[in-house]
């Protein structure tokens, strides 16, 4: 099940840099759009990192 979770992750985050990617090269970029993008690929980095040491993430 982690190493299907972990898969999962990594190709949401892939599919976050290629929408990232995108977007910067518009002629006009929406930096909102941006930011989200940015901070959705951080979250997903950190859920992979903890489902790579084997630990659950943290919900607020």
Same mark, same amino acid.
């Given at each position: ?17 290629? /929408?990232? =990617?995108? %977007?910067?090269?518009?002629? $006009? ?13 951080? /979250?997903? =980095?950190? %859920?992979?990192?903890?489902? $790579? ?8």
């Amino acid at each position: 099940m982690t190493s299907y979770r972990i898969a999962r992750l990594r190709n949401q985050h892939r599919w976050l840099e290629e /929408q990232l =990617r995108e %977007e910067m090269r518009r002629p $006009e970029p929406d930096n909102l759009a941006i930011q989200d993008l940015k901070r959705r690929k951080l /979250q997903v =980095r950190d %859920e992979i990192f903890l489902a $790579e040491a084997g630990l659950a993430p943290l919900r607020l």
